[in-house]
């Protein structure tokens, strides 16, 4: 065994900030209080129900996730927000009409003490959003500052001993890096100067690092994806993960796509098309939005494949994807996927997978996840990118240079060895020799 690295206590209060109260936001809050009160199971979620396996496998050593690496309890975490509609978190999760309202009333007087903070909103980066709940300030670099503000205040007044924020906003327009990204001194000037090529979820990702709080973009958008905060995430010490929540129809591509790829099975052509109807949908019909979510949802395939390494096999794929604004069907997506397969001497098949999902169900675990392991990340002094954390996004950050791992087992392999090495145990290779020598 090696040394394990050190780790500060999880004992206290931990605040989990959501930037957004909509489907997911709400799923995640009110999931949580239906699991401390025993009415519902926190299927889906690797810190609540996962095990490790340590050493080797004659030594049966498997403990849960949770027990070993002394992880907040439900009961030790606090929700907060901001959002661009007053509502609050029981009125919102209503809105959102994922979680049956029987549900929902019985946790009715614990959502309706989460009222969200104002919003720092600007209607052109999401074309298709308006509300009422928005601050007010000349520049950006205000703006940032009362969100300073709000985090600062929200710590104190709950008695948090650690904070961690999360992006479940809309999903952005297309932006590319630009010259204000580059360094912490051009994004503070552009904060100072209003910069159009500095959105809203940037401002909150730049408060939230500066003040050296783990941090993770839900949404596809480039929020904390750029040189600048990775710079100031760096002297911060702040975690970062990203981007876009991996469910639905491309966690299923990320499983289905390495399966067919293990076996050399070509793929002439992956045809994938949703229907969903919550606000989310509702935002993503405006193209800008559209062509955010469309980079994060295509870039998948190519990395799984690596047509480079198998020409002839997945060179000329043809990958489409589809998202249809369809109201009747709320939160409940559907999801068609066509794969066209080419196998044995070039002979042509067919795959079709027919995902009947529940956007939110799916998201709600992850964003859990996702809070405490950023946390168990910073109590454990690691800073900037958690590739580890890729398990759970359809758009991994990396690091410059390297590409991103999309296949959704070697995620895991990645998390639960980050996990094991915390813990100064073997990483586990599968070479399994030694049970046969
Ligand atoms: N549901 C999923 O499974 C899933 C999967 C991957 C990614 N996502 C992404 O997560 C994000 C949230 O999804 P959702 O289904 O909850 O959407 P939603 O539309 O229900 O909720 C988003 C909320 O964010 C608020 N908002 C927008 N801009 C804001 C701002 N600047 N400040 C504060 N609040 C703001 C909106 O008012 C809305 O209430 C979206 O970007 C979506 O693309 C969702």
């Known amino acids: 065994m090696k040394k394990p690295v050190e780790i500060a206590p999880g004992a206290g209060k931990l605040g989990i900030l959501l930037v957004g109260l909509g489907a997911v936001s709400t799923t995640v809050i009110a999931g949580v209080h239906a699991i401390r009160k025993k009415l519902a199971p926190p299927i889906g979620s690797l810190t609540e129900l996962g095990t490790v396996r340590l050493g080797k496998r004659t030594e049966r050593r498997s403990p849960r996730i949770r027990e070993i690496f002394d992880l907040p309890t439900l009961d ?126 940037m401002i909150y990702a730049y408060a939230a690092i500066k003040e050296g709080l783990p941090y993770a973009n839900a949404a596809p958008n480039l929020s904390a994806d750029i040189p600048a905060l990775l710079d100031l995430a760096a002297r911060t010490k702040s975690p970062l993960a990203g981007k876009d929540l991996k469910t639905g129809q491309t966690l299923v591509k990320t499983i289905v796509a390495p399966g067919l790829k293990a076996r050399l099975l070509g793929v002439a052509g992956w045809y994938s098309t949703n229907i969903l109807g919550n606000r989310d949908g509702e935002v993503l019909d405006d193209p800008e939005s559209f062509k955010t979510k469309e980079e994060s949802k295509k870039s998948v395939l190519d990395y799984i494949f690596q047509p480079h390494l198998y020409p002839g096999l997945y060179d000329s794929l043809h990958h489409v994807v589809r998202i249809n604004y369809y109201p009747p069907r709320g939160d409940n997506k559907e999801g068609w996927d066509n794969i066209d397969l080419v196998g044995w001497l070039g002979y042509p098949m067919q795959l079709k997978i027919n995902f009947l999902c529940r956007d939110s169900i799916l998201a709600a675990p992850i964003v859990l996840d996702t809070a405490l392991f950023l946390d168990l990340a910073k109590r454990a002094n690691m800073s900037g990118i958690q590739e580890w954390l890729s398990f759970y996004f359809k758009s991994p950050m990396h690091a410059a240079g390297l590409y991103p791992e999309h296949d959704l087992f070697i995620q895991l392999m ?12 073997e990483l586990i290779t599968h070479l399994g020799r030694e049970y046969y020598d």
Request: proline share 4%; aromatic share 8%.
């Open 76 to 201: 030790d975490i606090v929700f907060g927000g901001w959002d661009i509609f007053e509502e609050d978190c029981y009125a919102a999760a209503r809105t959102a009409g994922v979680l049956e309202p029987s549900l929902l009333d019985q946790l009715r007087p614990d959502l309706e003490a989460i009222r969200p903070m104002s919003a720092v909103f600007d209607r052109q980066y999401v074309k298709r959003l308006d509300g009422p709940n928005i601050k007010k300030a000349k520049t950006k670099k205000d703006l940032a500052d009362q969100l300073i503000d709000d985090i600062r205040r929200f710590k104190e007044r709950h008695g948090c001993a650690r904070l961690v924020l999360i992006w479940c906003g809309s999903t952005e327009v297309y932006m590319k890096e630009s010259a204000a990204h580059q360094s912490i001194k051009s994004l503070e000037q552009g904060l100072e100067q209003n910069d159009p090529s500095i959105p809203s979820s």
């Open 414 to 425: 990645k998390l639960k060895n980050t996990l094991r090495y915390l813990k100064g145990e």
